[in-house]
């Protein structure tokens, strides 16, 4: 996508390293909202789903969003459409990229480490 799209959003031609550095910001902006929102949502609101139980099993995934916002028993009415839907994307390849080096990875564990640690995940 920045490769297509960010160049659009400058005044001048972008270097590689311009480009970059938007991702990284808007990264951690996002992170410094996310986290400025969060708060105002009380614990029984909130439900937080990883991409891979979506991606593995879309239906149940939303199915506990349902549940712990107490829509539980609405989820049903829909399960047959979301199965169904999940279906047709059997065939669905997700974007593939180029590895990061490890000089890129360690930048990104550096600049988004909020996210790690605040998430979760294995840095």
Not at 26 to 35: D, N
Not at 69 to 94: Q, T
Request: one cysteine or more; charged letters at 35%.
């Amino acid at each position: 996508m920045a490769d297509k799209y960010y160049w659009q959003c400058y005044l001048q031609r972008p270097t590689v390293e311009d480009v970059q550095e938007f991702i990284l910001y808007q990264g951690e902006l996002l992170h410094r909202k996310y986290m400025e929102d969060i708060e105002c949502v009380s614990d029984e609101r909130k439900m937080e789903v990883s991409f891979e139980e979506v991606t593995e099993d879309p239906a149940t995934a939303l199915s506990q969003v349902f549940k712990a916002l107490g829509w539980g028993e609405d989820f049903e009415r829909f399960r047959p459409v979301v199965e169904a839907y999940a279906r047709s994307l059997g065939d669905f390849k997700m974007n593939e990229h180029e590895e990061l080096g490890e000089d890129a990875k360690a930048v990104v564990r550096e600049r988004w480490k909020a996210w790690f640690d605040d998430l979760g995940y294995t840095r």
